[in-house]
């Protein structure tokens, strides 16, 4: 229906009212964006108008037929019922007719059925005709053979022979097809004991043929048979056959197992004799087969694979009934040797196979399967991973024990590690199929040696000073016999179980040195990988990243331990500053010149520490270690000298006022006797040698005192004391 066209300046289009999913909100939410409300009620109200003429136009131009309506169907009803009587008979007249048609079809449906029936019978009949005609036809051959002298025909001319029981296996193939289509039939269980008769005789006659052919070395007569045995699909029973009467009695004489044991080559030496077999006694058959390279294409009988049918499996039932020991686990370098010897075995009698194809038959083989299956690999997996992480276990129970003499790393338990890491993968161990083992217990082993430092270095007590009784110090305070340094025993001194500088040193030499050895590691790792296949070495590379990280984690706890070591050693002789009052007050000493004798030996663990580590770890590792515990150090040497300086002002100021109190009396308490530097002075003298002292040995250690927090504090603190002193000279 076409609706009035209106204006062309209505707000809205006219056909949107006639769409089925019109929406009044919509249209006048649409109609707003264009115009006011006002102005589409006008337009709307014009519209309107529009449709109201032209619906009363169309009422006007049909009006006569609007009336006329009811006019023109009078009489309608009577010619409806003059019509009905002719269809009605017109209806019987059609449902005869079908009626008809139906019988007449289901006549011609019988008719086809029994043709059908007539036609399988006729072809089982004609099956039978075909089976009876080839067993008489098979038995008049065989009988016009047996008229004649059939065993000196077969030794004049074996070729014939051959040909004969070629024509008999055509027929035979002709009947076994027509006797499996014709089963259930009763006159085929009639005819059934000359059939097994027929194949009795093919059977043994060919059996006899093949055996002759082989032992003869004659090339027609062992076709002929081989092509005889596809013929009648029994190629099965010749591949048997060949193993049974050729291959079995070779096997006997070779596998015998006093033999094998009588010299310690003996399983190569079989193997070896094994392999000579293919070459020596079946180029016959692969001549013929087309298993042989010289072998001409054209004459060659395929579906024969005698090498995976006939030789592979004699051989391997011999070697697991009689050398069942060459399986044992229990020995893992013997059994090593044997199970590398009998794969290298595998593979040089896969190299004998004629084609590709030849070679995944034989890997699908039963007895493939099963050879690759006595292998017990986990068991000697089991045996090896007891021997390498037992050794490393073992080792690690024995603590930090110094490597032997020359070797690249200075512990025992890291020269273990990585010892164990390359028997892992060594020639003499590792094995292809545990190639996934062997690598997860590479990545153990680096976790192992990772947790054992951890726990070293978290787990064992620190050093305990020894609490010994305050001692004073020495008479001269810069006397050269004094400064004396400790021996190894004493800068060492602390529980059985502490750990040395020293033993800190190799262990991060150590770490560093295993660190560096990760890619070594890694190509051995690869090289073993790629040989079984292994294309993604990404995974491999992540994962030694990964171990490499773990090694890293200890670092952290090496360094605290190490500060904290070196700090409790040097502050256990730093704390003799609080010893220098006694040493200068009322006893009448010279002006210090030099620093005191702690002070060497307050730093010795330091000089020693540049000893150990020289040449075994990186000289900047060296350097954060001396500037960590230097930094510590002074620190708490700053609040040992503060102590003192606190305490000889109190004394000073204590001693004034009671100067003041007695007008003078105690004067020569705090001047000397010549009127020289007082006490104090000397002490804030010595305090601040020893400091400038400190800072002298820094820069020898190769650090700056500007790298060690606290020191200008420090050195402020007894700057300020040494100009007091010259004050007070």
């Not at 009689?322 to 090593?336: C, K, M, S, V």
């Amino acid at each position: 229906m076409n609706l009035p066209k209106g204006p062309d300046s209505l707000c809205f289009d006219k056909d949107v009212f006639m769409k089925d999913d019109f929406d009044v909100d919509q249209f006048v939410a649409e109609c707003r964006k264009q115009v006011q409300l006002e102005e589409m009620r006008e337009d709307l109200e014009l519209y309107y108008k529009l449709l109201k003429t032209a619906m009363v136009e169309l009422i006007n131009k049909d009006y006569a037929d609007f009336v006329n309506l009811s006019t023109n169907l009078v009489g309608m009803d009577k010619a409806l019922n003059q019509l009905s009587v002719p269809l009605g008979q017109l209806r019987e007249e059609v449902m005869s007719l079908r009626s008809c048609v139906s019988e007449v079809i289901q006549a011609i449906d019988n008719q086809l059925s029994k043709q059908e029936d007539l036609q399988k019978k006729k072809v089982c009949v004609l099956r039978l005709i075909q089976v009876v005609r080839s067993v008489e036809k098979i038995e008049k051959i065989l009988h016009s053979q047996s008229s004649k002298d059939s065993s000196s025909l077969e030794i004049s001319s074996p070729l014939l022979a051959g040909q004969i029981l070629e024509r008999i296996a055509t027929e035979f193939n002709q009947l076994q097809f027509h006797a499996v289509q014709s089963k259930g039939m009763p006159l085929l269980d009639k005819v059934r004991p000359r059939i097994a008769g027929i194949t009795s005789m093919l059977q043994q006659s060919l059996e006899g043929l093949l055996i002759e052919g082989l032992q003869t070395s004659n090339v027609d007569m062992v076709r002929h048979c081989l092509r005889t045995y596809a013929t009648i699909d029994k190629t099965r029973d010749a591949e048997a056959l060949v193993g049974q009467v050729l291959v079995k009695p070779y096997m006997d004489q070779v596998i015998v197992e006093e033999v094998v044991k009588s010299n310690p080559s003996g399983l190569q030496l079989m193997y070896s004799r094994l392999l000579d077999f293919v070459p020596h006694h079946c180029r016959l058959l692969r001549e013929v087969t087309g298993g042989a390279i010289s072998s001409d294409k054209a004459d060659t009988v395929p579906g024969y694979d005698f090498l995976v049918n006939s030789v592979w499996p004699e051989m391997i039932k011999g070697i697991e009934e009689r050398l069942a020991y060459i399986f044992n686990p229990g020995n893992p370098e013997i059994f090593f040797e044997r199970y590398s010897v009998s794969m290298d075995f595998v593979r040089r009698f896969e190299r004998q196979c004629s084609s590709q194809a030849s070679v995944k038959r034989l890997r699908v083989h039963p007895s493939y399967t099963s050879f690759n299956n006595k292998w017990n690999l986990p068991v000697y997996f089991q045996l090896r991973y007891k021997e390498i992480a037992g050794r490393l276990e073992n080792t690690i129970s024995e603590g930090l024990e110094t490597a032997p003499a020359g070797s690249s790393f200075h512990l025992q338990v890291s020269e273990v590690l990585w010892s164990c890491l390359v028997r892992c993968w060594s020639d003499k161990v590792y094995l292809s199929p545990l190639a996934h083992r062997f690598w997860k217990l590479t990545l153990q082993l680096y976790s192992r040696y990772a947790k054992f430092l951890d726990e070293v270095l978290t787990k064992t007590p620190a050093p305990e000073v020894q609490k010994e009784p305050t001692r004073p110090l020495p008479s001269s305070a810069s006397s050269t016999s004094s400064r004396t340094s400790l021996d190894e025993g004493g800068s060492e001194s602390g529980s059985p179980a502490s750990l040395s500088t020293k033993q800190l040193v190799y262990i991060a030499a150590d770490i560093q040195k295993l660190q560096e050895k990760i890619p070594e590691l890694s190509e051995m790792v690869r090289q073993r990988l790629e040989a079984i296949g292994i294309k993604n070495f990404a995974v491999v590379e992540d994962a030694l990243a990964d171990s490499k990280i773990c090694l890293s984690s200890s670092i952290p706890s090496l360094n605290t331990r190490m500060t904290q070591h070196l700090t409790e050693r040097c502050c256990r002789f730093l704390k003799s500053a609080s010893e220098i009052p006694r040493l200068y007050r009322r006893t009448n000493k010279d002006v210090p010149v030099r620093a005191s004798a702690y002070m060497d030996n307050a730093l010795q663990p330091l000089h020693q520490l540049l000893t150990d580590s020289s040449g075994l770890v990186n000289p900047q590792t060296a350097q954060e270690w001396l500037r960590v515990t230097l930094s510590d150090c002074t620190q708490k040497y700053y609040e040992t000298i503060s102590e003192v300086l606190s305490s000889v002002k109190k004394m000073e100021d204590s001693l004034k006022r009671l100067k003041q109190a007695r007008k003078g009396a105690s004067a020569a308490v705090i001047t000397g006797a010549n009127g020289g530097p007082t006490d104090d002075s000397k002490i804030r003298l010595q305090l601040a040698l020893d400091v400038e002292y400190l800072g002298e040995q820094i820069q020898k250690m190769g650090l700056q005192p500007s790298d060690i927090s606290m020191f200008s504090t420090l050195m402020e603190l007894v700057k300020e004391a040494r100009d007091l002193a010259e004050q007070n000279q």
